[in-house]
């Protein structure tokens, strides 16, 4: 018995030159996030009234047992099984479209798969509802 260990990428999976084994980015990703057409309409609204959006807490969920595929009209997540107030954003040094959002699940916190996020804004008006910004699978 040998001590090595080989593993081989199939024919059939494509690759991208320099990362062997990867997907073309030409094909469509199976985990992303998107914007919800409630952040979207809470981003037109805070830009007409020249107000910022405050991104303020993000939730994991178990999707309700599989990974959900993430759509524009989400309002919640299938699954929610924990939220917390964002620990920090930072924007993409090479890309200004990119934010970088932070939370750290303590370790007595579990119990679950997490298999859909979301992001949730504050609500533009005093005593309004958050507002599922964004959604995406995991």
Avoid at 35 to 40: E, I, M, S, V
Avoid at 49 to 64: C, E, I
Avoid at 106 to 120: H, L, Q
């Amino acid at each position: 018995m040998s001590d090595q260990l080989t593993a081989t990428v199939p024919a059939s999976v494509p690759t991208t030159p320099g990362i062997e084994g990867s997907v073309p980015s030409t094909e469509a990703p199976q985990f992303y996030c998107m914007l919800t057409n409630a952040g979207a309409a809470l981003e037109a609204q805070a830009h007409a009234l020249g107000k910022p959006v405050r991104l303020s807490h993000v939730a994991v969920g178990d999707g309700g047992g599989t990974v959900p595929t993430p759509s524009v009209e989400a309002v919640a997540l299938l699954g929610e099984t924990y939220r917390k107030a964002i620990d920090s954003i930072t924007r993409d040094e090479a890309d200004p479209n990119i934010a970088w959002i932070q939370i750290v699940i303590p370790a007595d916190v579990g119990g679950f798969w997490i298999r859909e996020f979301g992001v949730w804004a504050e609500p533009l008006e005093e005593g309004g509802e958050p507002v599922l910004y964004a959604y995406g699978n995991h």
